[in-house]
């Protein structure tokens, strides 16, 4: 048994092994989207970038070729300068920059100046003359490259790079202004700074980074969630098994203990009929022969009353130790239920014990069986019954057709059996009485299984006891 239970233990503890993977799998999961939910948002939002920059460069090559050929050439010749503080030539650039951009989504346009680096124009005017402002991006542009950048403007709360809570994004792209052909000899005359709004496109990428994780994270649940109900369905297969493997285990143990026991109780029992016989014997002559000694006869009366007793136990002893192999045969369940009625009635009338069998007789009952084997087993029951009532009561026999099989139900109103007890009261030499065996129950039990049946008790104590017999019934 201990070894059966050790080869168990592998598949229980393979199944602690997959609740483990479920679980560990589920964080994966959550991790795994994750990480993606990020990287294609990330990818979204240089695509996005990428567009804009692309966006902004179309938009600066022709404000380039606006501003050098409609301010700068016709300023330079008309007045040999460009003074943006000049207000004619600060109203000439706004208004060709305006109308370039116009209805193009750009919110601001900043021109640099390449020899001193301030801000010389700017749509917004609070930034003419700031300087320091372009950064790495502004030197890059000029050299000759343009570049981009994003700008955020964090709440007073930031949020973390996945839960992005900025108010504003801006991408801001730094594009050299140039002289054109035929000038082009004169090389980069400054640096352009387009500033657009990507406040709402970065929202829509958030939103459609959560829709990713919400959605990754929905089916990788559903996923865990039949992976852990499988599992658990799993568990619970191995559970049940493992308890029928130790309830046969059990079983098993059982019924070779009972046969080793079996074959001593036999040996012991024949050992003993013989000398038994004798002693009987013996005692049945003196008291013949003690008719004028009352001391001797009483004496013989004892011995003839215990050897009986004797011999009662020893038989009990050879049909438990006996192989009970039913001859079966047609028979009616009815019939033989009221044989040991019959056989018991004067029993029943000594303790004043009432039988209630209702319609037991009103219909056949029939069934494949040992009818002699069947008498003695519900013999045993109804002895049991008549003995736990003390001073009048009740025995009710019921019959209760089921799919394929009859459940005959024994009540008694007797004293009942305690819960502690009642586990323990099919088991052979168990008893309760002062007097007994203890094999009664045993050999019903065996009759019982032999026929391919179970018994079952339910007590309680001071109430009564129910005996439950299930027997196939023939079709």
Known sequence: MKHNSENIRPETNRFRLVKFFAYTSFVILIISSFTLSMVISQRATKVLMNTYENHALLIANNLNHQVFHYFTIPVRYRYGAISLREKEQSDLMDKIVRTTIHSLNIEQVNIYDMEKGIIAYSTNRDLIGLTGRGGMEYKAALEGKHSSRLVSREPAISGSWFMDFAKEKKLKTFIPFKAEPPYSYIGILGVFELTQDLTK????????????????????????????????????????????????????????????????????????????????????????????????????????????????????????????QPNLQDCHLEEIIERNLSFLQSELDKKNVSVNNGDLNNRPYKIEADPGLLYRAFLNIFINAIQSINDGGNITIKIVEEKENYRIEIQDTGAGISRENSKKIFNPFFTTKEKGSGLGLAIVKKIIEGHKGEVWIESEEGTGTSVFVNLPRKN
């Open 201 to 324: 496109e970065y929202e829509s990428i958030l939103k459609f980074r959560y829709l990713i994780f919400g959605v990754s994270l929905s089916i990788m649940f559903l996923i865990f969630l039949a992976l852990l109900l499988v599992v658990r369905k799993a568990e619970h297969i191995l559970r049940k098994r493992a308890q029928e493997q130790k309830l046969l285990e059990d079983q098993l143990n059982q019924a070779e203990r009972l046969a080793a026991l079996g074959e001593m109780v036999a040996g012991v029992s024949h050992e003993i009929k013989n000398p038994l016989g004798i002693i009987r014997s013996t005692a049945e002559f003196l008291t013949e022969k003690s008719a004028g000694n009352e001391n001797q006869k009483k004496l013989s009366s004892i011995i003839l009353e215990e050897s009986g007793r004797l011999n009662d136990i020893v038989t009990d002893f050879l049909d438990f130790a006996r192989p009970q």
